[in-house]
């Protein structure tokens, strides 16, 4: 187990869970700044349906294949 712990943490992340992690900080950061200012947790709201549509696009093509 040891030998596959050690060399797990130099796995490189799959394209789908940079996103998935983008998309989490975003939908933080949306809450955060829905408090503060409506305008601004709206804009980055956008960004983040942005990025959750690339997800989506990403795994239609997974099950494509």
Known sequence: KTPFL????????SKL????DRY???AEETFELSKVSRAAG??????A?????????L???????
């Open 6 to 13: 050690m060399f797990s943490i130099f796995k490189k992340k």
């Open 49 to 57: 349906e942005a990025v959750l549509l690339e997800i989506d696009e």
């Open 24 to 26: 989490k900080k975003l």
């Open 17 to 20: 869970e940079k996103l998935q």
């Open 59 to 65: 795994r239609g093509e997974a099950d494509k294949k």
């Open 42 to 47: 709206d804009k980055k709201y956008a960004e």
